[in-house]
Antibody, heavy 121, light 112 residues
Framework: QLQLQESGPGLVKPSETLSLTCIVS??????????WGWIRQPPGKGLEWIGSIYYSGSTYYNPSLKSRVTISVDTSKNQFSLKLSSVTAADTAVYYC?????????????WGQGTLVTVSS | QSVLTQPPSVSGAPGQRVTISCTGSSSNIGAGYDVHWYQQLPGIAPKLLIY???NRPSGVPDRFSGSKSGTSASLAITGLQAEDEADYYCQSYDNLSGRFYVFGTGTKVTVL
């Protein structure tokens, strides 16, 4: 059974960089036909797609966040990572990593449990 | 601001049928892109409920069904149960200016 687990600091200061890692177990991140994505959810609000990466390193970012986002993949460790720079209180959210179908349907079929990141001094 | 609009809330008594709409535009649902639905129980990560407009993953009860027409899609829950009380989100692809993957605004289903 595929499992995804987010890890990283739960508190980040304003103007600093948020860094999270998603460790994938129970399956290879290098499989064809899957992207690996990040989605966030501010407290009490809806879901927002941040970006996705293919195991080859190809990336797709939400244009509203593109200037501040970097997603990378480490196939040797079966994990992928998110960096969001110049954070503000508006970036406070639960951050989820998820597997995404890359061909045909584009849904997210496996999700991590999510990790709350608070931006505060 | 999401490009997919859902009603903030719907409610129904146990056993009833409720539907949730997801209204898009010509750059997403109307362009023929598939719609997927997720269920999010309180404090839990979203779970895939319907994919490809009307397909259920293994383990999802057949009380849940999806449909799509024109620039909109719908999720129907028949035989509403207390455990269905959750937030529901639609998701699709948008080809306008690199938006890519977009979620709906979300709908809270309350079982009366």
């Amino acid at each position: 059974q595929l499992q995804l687990q987010e890890s990283g600091p739960g508190l980040v200061k304003p103007s600093e960089t948020l860094s999270l890692t998603c460790i994938v177990s129970g399956g290879s991140i290098s499989r064809n036909n899957y992207y690996w994505g990040w989605i966030r959810q501010p407290p009490g609000k809806g879901l927002e797609w941040i970006g996705s990466i293919y195991y080859s390193g190809s990336t797709y970012y939400n244009p509203s966040l593109k200037s501040r986002v970097t997603i990378s993949v480490d196939t040797s460790k079966n994990q992928f990572s998110l960096k969001l720079s110049s954070v503000t209180a508006a970036d406070t959210a639960v951050y989820y990593c998820a597997r995404q179908i890359s061909s045909g349907w584009t849904n997210f079929d496996y999700w991590g449990q999510g990790t709350l990141v608070t931006v505060s001094s | 601001q999401s490009v997919l609009t859902q009603p903030p809330s719907v409610s129904g008594a146990p056993g009833q049928r409720v539907t949730i709409s997801c209204t898009g535009s010509s750059s997403n649902i109307g362009a023929g892109y598939d719609v997927h639905w997720y269920q999010q129980l309180p404090g839990i990560a979203p779970k895939l409920l319907i994919y490809g407009n009307n397909n259920r993953p293994s383990g999802v009860p057949d009380r849940f069904s999806g449909s799509k027409s024109g620039t909109s899609a719908s999720l129907a829950i028949t035989g509403l149960q207390a455990e269905d009380e959750a937030d529901y989100y639609c998701q699709s692809y948008d080809n306008l200016s690199g938006r890519f993957y977009v979620f709906g605004t979300g709908t809270k289903v309350t079982v009366l």
